[in-house]
Every structure is written in C-alpha cells, then in structure tokens.
C-alpha cells in the first residue's frame, strides 16, 4: 500500500511563493509520472502538473506555465511544486499523485484512471 503525503500548503500573500512537496511512502514510483492537481471550491479537480519516471519531461496547465515548477528526487521518492508570482485564483487544495502513464509531450485525463492520490494540502493566496 502506497501512501503519499503532501506538506508546504498554507496562506500567502498574491505575488508571493509557495513550495509544495510530496513523500511516497511504501514502495516507489518507478516507471510512472507523478504530479499536481487542485481542486477549488465548487469546482472539478483540475490537472496543474505533471513530470516523467526520470524528470526529462514535464507539463502544465496553461494557467501556471511559467510560474510552477515540477521536479523529483527518485532517491528520496519526493515530487515537488514551486509556486511563484501565486495568484488569489491559485486558492486551492493541492493533490499529488503517482502511478501516473505519462511519459512526455501533453498531459491527457486518461494518464490518471490508475493514479493513487494524497490526502491534500491547502494553499490559499489572499488579494
């Protein structure tokens, strides 16, 4: 059983930054992409970014391009969001997750059908 557990969530200012991190633990993800997703109130969770077995590929909603980064450490079986220039829109609870079939060019939903998910971690950036 894998267990993945998110930390670095909390309240910020809007421009400012935030990082998120993931440790899965149990066994490790290998051979699959892990990623981020959010999901708002009143509202779907939605894909934000995802990252290939070995970090070569990766790729994001449109709406965080350019201000989120992905990565992550196989060694420590760790997945990492950092957040700039944060938005009140990016106002969320954030998910990793791992078993993911992506490795490379554009995230698509069914990359997730297998996904194993945490437990979530909020991020809130006020105005």
């Known amino acids: 059983q894998v267990q993945l557990v998110e930390s670095g969530g909390g309240l910020v200012q809007a421009g400012g930054s935030l990082r998120l991190s993931c440790a899965i633990l149990g066994r490790t993800s290998s051979n699959y992409g892990m990623g981020w997703f959010r999901q708002a109130p009143g509202k779907e969770r939605e894909f934000v970014a995802i990252?290939?077995?070995?970090?070569?590929?990766?790729d994001y909603a449109d709406s965080v391009n350019g201000r989120f980064t992905i990565s992550r450490d196989n060694a420590q079986n760790t997945v990492t969001l950092q957040m700039n220039s944060l938005k009140p829109e990016d106002t969320a609870v954030y998910y990793c997750?791992?078993?993911?079939?992506?490795?490379?060019?554009?995230?698509?939903?069914?990359?997730?059908?297998?996904?194993?998910w945490g437990q979530g971690t909020q991020v809130t950036v006020s105005s």
């Open positions: 990252i290939s077995w070995r970090g070569g590929d990766t």
């Open positions: 997750a791992t078993g993911i079939r992506y490795w490379r060019g554009r995230y698509n939903s069914n990359m997730i059908t297998s996904a194993e």
